[in-house]
């Protein structure tokens, strides 16, 4: 098969998966964003436990071999055959960037037939479900959430937790109810265990965390249909802090462009005639 190189900006790590070709490894799958603008399902990053963990962050740019698997026909989808960490982070302005572009709806993206989209949702609620405090079952916790942060720990967390939200700016959107699967949230969740011994305690804290606080952030959900189902899962939640401008970009693929582009964009801005422009601007 074909294989192509890409630099990627992380925007997802999903949560790990049991491998079901190696017993003793784990998977990991990635949503990313390329230098065209363009969602990618990247899977597997494989590991094994005790033998280093996966190492990159959201934010982080990476260079991946990859391919067209063989077994998922869904368009973003993209086989990893090797990877090399950039060692660069991107900053969350940076981040912001890149999605807003992508920015839509689920209904919008049901209607285009894709896999992957970026949502701005106005939350409704948030449905909490505690399975168990238990935080000590290693299978539980790789196939639960899985979180490798911390190197050696068994923990697992079997909380659930769903949201109710409309897609912003979209008045064909009667409301959807999803589930958030967000391996870096899992760390909040996880210390909130730790404090918390009662149910009832636990739920009101992540309700407090993951929805109230959130109701005040610019709130942007990474959004991705599930392999069998095709049913929309939340994959990733962003919500950018607020940075000051005058700050060099290093995303090296959005600082491409040519003297004649930037004086071009720059023009269009200054007049604040960006679409009577007779070319659009990039």
Same mark, same amino acid.
């Given at each position: 098969?074909?294989?192509?190189?890409?630099? @990627? %900006?992380?925007?997802? $790590? %999903?949560?790990?998966?049991?491998?079901?070709?190696?017993?003793?490894?784990? %998977?990991?799958?990635?949503?990313? @964003? &390329?230098?065209?603008?363009?969602? +990618?399902?990247?899977?597997?990053?494989?590991?094994?436990?005790?033998?280093? +963990?996966?190492?990159?962050? $959201?934010?982080?740019?990476?260079? @991946?071999?990859?391919?067209?698997?063989?077994?998922?026909?869904?368009?973003?989808?993209?086989?990893?055959?090797?990877?090399?960490?950039?060692?660069?982070?991107?900053?969350?302005?940076?981040?912001?960037?890149?999605?807003?572009?992508?920015?839509?709806? +689920?209904?919008?993206?049901?209607?285009?037939?894709?896999?992957?989209?970026?949502?701005?949702?106005?939350?409704?609620?948030?449905?909490?479900?505690?399975?168990?405090?238990? =935080?000590?079952?290693?299978?539980?916790?790789?196939?639960?959430?899985?979180?490798?942060?911390?190197?050696?720990?068994?923990?697992?967390?079997?909380?659930?937790?769903?949201?109710?939200?409309?897609?912003?700016?979209?008045?064909?959107?009667?409301?959807?109810?999803? =589930?958030?699967?967000?391996?870096?949230?899992?760390?909040?969740?996880?210390? =909130?265990?730790?404090?918390?011994?009662?149910?009832? %305690?636990?739920?009101?804290?992540?309700?407090?965390?993951?929805?109230?606080?959130?109701?005040?952030?610019?709130?942007?959900? =990474?959004?991705?249909?599930?392999?069998?189902?095709?049913?929309?899962?939340?994959?990733?939640?962003?919500?950018?802090?607020?940075?000051?401008? &005058?700050?060099?970009?290093? +995303?090296?693929?959005?600082?491409?462009?040519?003297?004649?582009?930037?004086?071009?964009?720059?023009?269009?801005? @200054?007049?604040?005639?960006?679409?009577?422009? &007779?070319?659009?601007?990039?």
């Amino acid at each position: 098969m074909k294989r192509e190189k890409e630099e @990627i %900006a992380v925007l997802v $790590r %999903a949560t790990p998966e049991k491998s079901k070709r190696n017993g003793d490894g784990y %998977a990991v799958g990635v949503t990313g @964003i &390329n230098k065209h603008g363009e969602l +990618l399902r990247l899977y597997p990053f494989r590991f094994r436990y005790g033998e280093g +963990l996966v190492d990159f962050r $959201r934010n982080d740019l990476l260079e @991946i071999t990859v391919t067209r698997p063989e077994n998922d026909l869904r368009l973003e989808s993209r086989k990893v055959l090797d990877y090399v960490n950039l060692e660069r982070h991107a900053k969350d302005r940076e981040m912001k960037e890149l999605i807003l572009p992508l920015v839509t709806s +689920l209904e919008r993206l049901n209607i285009e037939g894709t896999s992957l989209g970026v949502v701005k949702p106005k939350l409704l609620n948030i449905e909490v479900k505690v399975n168990s405090l238990e =935080i000590f079952d290693r299978q539980q916790y790789f196939d639960t959430i899985g979180n490798f942060l911390e190197k050696g720990e068994k923990a697992g967390m079997p909380v659930e937790i769903k949201y109710t939200f409309r897609c912003e700016g979209e008045e064909a959107c009667r409301g959807h109810k999803i =589930i958030l699967l967000d391996w870096e949230l899992n760390e909040t969740v996880r210390n =909130i265990i730790r404090k918390e011994k009662e149910p009832q %305690a636990v739920k009101k804290r992540i309700r407090e965390q993951l929805f109230e606080h959130l109701k005040e952030k610019e709130l942007y959900f =990474i959004m991705g249909t599930h392999f069998t189902y095709g049913t929309w899962l939340i994959t990733g939640i962003f919500y950018p802090e607020k940075e000051s401008g &005058n700050q060099r970009s290093i +995303l090296d693929f959005r600082q491409k462009r040519t003297s004649a582009e930037v004086k071009k964009r720059t023009a269009c801005v @200054i007049t604040d005639k960006i679409q009577q422009c &007779n070319e659009p601007c990039k």
